[in-house]
T-cell receptor, first 116, second 116 residues
Framework: AQKITQTQPGMFVQEKEAVTLDCTYD???????LFWYKQPSSGEMIFLIY??????QNATEGRYSLNFQKARKSANLVISASQLGDSAMYFC?????????????FGSGTRLQVQP | EAEVAQSPRYKITEKSQAVAFWCDPI?????LYWYRQILGQGPELLVQ????????DSQLPKDRFSAERLKGVDSTLKIQPAELGDSAMYLC??????????????FGAGSRLTVL
């Protein structure tokens, strides 16, 4: 079974509008972390935001926020006020366990295109 | 901020040839990961090191792939012989703990391999 599912292969958004990228996950471990990474066409993976399974509040980092719904096992990324530079691939990832050293498991990604 | 260094950035080789990739993680990062990303997909873990020891190589095709991190610092990933299906981006990452407590993977720019 897929541990991380991203159902949107591609998304379009108008500049300055908000966009939500979907991510659902599957784990039986009570302790886990959820991550979002951005991958521009250059190829480098850029860390955006993190949410721990025990965190009570949704994570926020500037224009990025994570809509964490634990019961539904979803961790959607919200980008507010989209900019042209936000056009990229976006990957949701999960680390299971509480040691903090396990590798991340990634979803298949969503390609976001911001239109002027 | 310090970066994860990878080389070469691009490599074109013929099938059956040997190829090697090098990674120098951020200083002091004990955990090092090699991921493979096939075009249009998310990264998949090949091998994880903790210092010089292999923690997880369950997804490494050991008949042709090898990885080492002899002194627990930089690492080399080798493919011999290369096959057409090995064409992909090879990403190296090392991890650090953020102020939030999350252990975040920092990725290098990647090595893009094309096998002809």
């Amino acid at each position: 079974a897929q541990k991380i599912t991203q159902t949107q292969p591609g998304m379009f958004v108008q500049e300055k509008e908000a966009v939500t990228l979907d991510c659902t996950y599957d784990t039986s471990d009570p302790s886990y972390g959820l991550f979002w990474y951005k991958q521009p066409s250059s190829g480098e993976m850029i860390f955006l935001i993190y949410q721990g399974s025990y965190d009570q509040q949704n994570a926020t980092e500037g224009r990025y926020s994570l809509n964490f719904q634990k019961a539904r096992k979803s961790a959607n990324l919200v980008i507010s006020a989209s900019q042209l530079g936000d056009s990229a691939m976006y990957f949701c990832a999960m680390r299971e366990g509480d040691t903090g050293r396990r590798a991340l498991t990634f979803g298949s990604g969503t390609r976001l295109q911001v239109q002027p | 901020e310090a970066e994860v260094a990878q080389s070469p950035r691009y490599k074109i080789t013929e099938k059956s040839q040997a190829v090697a990739f090098w990674c120098d993680p951020i200083s002091g990062h004990a955990t090092l990961y090699w991921y493979r990303q096939i075009l249009g997909q998310g990264p998949e873990l090949l091998v994880q090191f903790q210092d010089e020891s292999v923690v997880d190589d369950s997804q490494l095709p050991k008949d042709r792939f090898s990885a080492e991190r002899l002194k627990g610092v930089d690492s080399t990933l080798k493919i011999q012989p290369a096959e057409l299906g090995d064409s992909a981006m090879y990403l190296c990452a090392s991890s650090r703990k953020q102020s939030s407590g999350a252990n975040v993977l920092t990725f290098g720019a990647g090595s893009r391999l094309t096998v002809l």
